[in-house]
């Protein structure tokens, strides 16, 4: 089996170039980034209980699956974090090694789905984020990636719910009136319910920590942690 949809990787590959221009096509993430490494550290941080403030993710082996160009690989590996990289795309992964030694981070990047990496030890942490309404399938792949974690580990899921206001913000608004994304990023078919992603991971023996909404406010043109599910979500999961 295979958890790659080969029609993703293609549409994300063609846009490979612009991965790191902030005014591009992947403007969306540049301005999602900052509370995607707020969240992430803070969590990270409450359930290891590291003590180093200049680099507080010391020690800390992260698996980034979907990393595409490497935007949220190189500022945890800033934090002081042992990154590995994982994508599909060669050419994702090509950009992706290219800016890091340009920047002089040293991230071990590997073009690979999860259930083909192979590597013996198991990781601290796992970010799918913004990755699981990609994938070929949703059950393969997050079974594929629990069994990369450790007992005591955090996995983190950022998506998009299935609901009328996702498809009416995320799709209707995003890609087609705000021109945010192009047109085609993303199938509402493929979104994931909350309830989904929790029943799937506890088959997989990962127990729920928590989920919270991410909102978009467009006067602040910033983003922030909520309550409302309804169409980004951020969930923590903890490895049994």
């Known amino acids: 089996m295979s958890s790659v949809n080969k029609k993703e990787i293609e549409k994300f590959s063609n846009m ?3 991965w790191w221009d902030p005014h591009g096509k992947f403007k969306p993430l540049h301005k999602f980034n900052p509370i995607r490494i707020k ?29 595409g160009g490497g935007l949220l690989s190189e500022p945890m590996c800033r934090l002081g974090a042992n990154i590995t990289g994982i994508d599909a795309s060669v050419k994702n992964i090509k950009i992706a090694k290219l800016h890091a030694k340009k920047n002089g981070l040293k991230i071990d990047y590997i073009c690979s789905s999860p259930e083909k990496l192979k590597i ?15 994938v070929e399938d949703i059950s393969f792949f997050l079974k594929s990636c629990s069994k990369l974690l450790k007992k005591n580990g955090l ?29 085609g990023t993303h199938e509402w078919e493929k ?3 909350p309830e989904e992603l929790k029943k799937i991971l506890t088959k997989n023996n990962l127990s729920l920590k928590k989920f919270d909404g991410m909102n978009f406010n467009i006067i602040k043109d910033e983003w922030s942690i909520t309550n409302d599910l309804s169409v980004n979500y951020i969930a923590k999961f903890l490895k049994n």
């Not at 013996?120 to 990609?134: P, R, Y």
């Not at 995320?170 to 009136?177: H, L, M, P, S, W």
């Open 191 to 193: 979104f994931v319910k």
């Open 39 to 67: 969240y992430i550290k803070e969590n990270i941080i409450e359930q290891f209980k590291t003590r180093n403030k200049a680099n507080p993710l010391s020690g800390i082996n992260i698996l980034d699956i979907g990393c």
């Open 16 to 18: 490979a170039d612009e």
């Open 155 to 183: 996995m983190f899921v950022a998506t998009i719910n299935k609901t009328l206001k996702s498809y009416v913000f995320a799709i209707v608004g995003a890609e087609y009136v705000l021109r945010w994304l192009p047109i």
């Open 120 to 134: 013996t030890k198991k990781f601290d942490v796992i970010l799918n984020m913004e990755i699981v309404e990609h």
